[in-house]
């Protein structure tokens, strides 16, 4: 996967290459799809909900720069498997998934796997990081990954996004989607395009209705 399907798509970064060796696909993905786990696709994690192609997810990891000491955001847990390459990357990951089947799967396996760099949340995370806690009230994130395809940039998210940080997300319409990569510099937003891509719908106050 590594060798065939991301590094001769131009994923250079060894670091990042390294995570995906380590993070075992399969463990993450539901029932007899598990024996796709390795191929260059999607596939079904359950509740309607799907993982995106290898390659397109260490696109996303890629355009978001992560630094070992880097806090990270990422909205749309799913199966979890994107969450632990980040966990693998970052300091500190915290995950957001709107569907409590799917949030506490993922809490499980991931506590399984052994990460302790991981907090995820069950919630509508168009809004960004919500905490009762004084410690998470104003936090603000390095990255933040948006795995649904949202029908704008939530400003929420831009609000969370720390000065110099990036924000890499499918923006379109409910069925296809550009891949854009949003950079706070100076206080201002700059937007990168990056190409078609399909995901699934995400659904919350700054995205698309149920
Ligand atoms: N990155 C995941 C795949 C995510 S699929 C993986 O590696 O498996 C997209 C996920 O986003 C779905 O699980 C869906 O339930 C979730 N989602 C959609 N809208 C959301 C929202 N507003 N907040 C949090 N999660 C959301």
Known sequence: MVEYQIKVRGITDERLLDAFRKVERHLFIPGNSCQFAYDDGPLGIGEGQTISQPYIVALMLDLMKIK?????????????????????????????ERILSLAKNAEQLLKKLGYS???????????GWTSENES??????DAIVVSAAAPSIPWGLIAQLKEGGRLVLPCGSRYVQDLI????????????????????????????EK
């Open 136 to 141: 998470e009230k104003d936090i603000t994130f």
């Open 68 to 96: 070992p000491e880097d806090i990270v955001l990422e909205i749309g847990t799913g199966s979890g498997y994107q969450t632990a390459l980040i966990a693998e990357l970052a300091q500190r990951v915290y995950s957001i």
């Open 117 to 127: 760099n991981i907090k995820i949340q069950r919630g509508d995370g168009t809004v």
């Open 181 to 208: 990569c949003v950079k706070k510099e100076h206080g201002k937003i700059k937007k990168e395009n990056f190409g078609g891509c399909q995901f699934v719908p995400l659904i919350g106050e700054q995205g698309w």
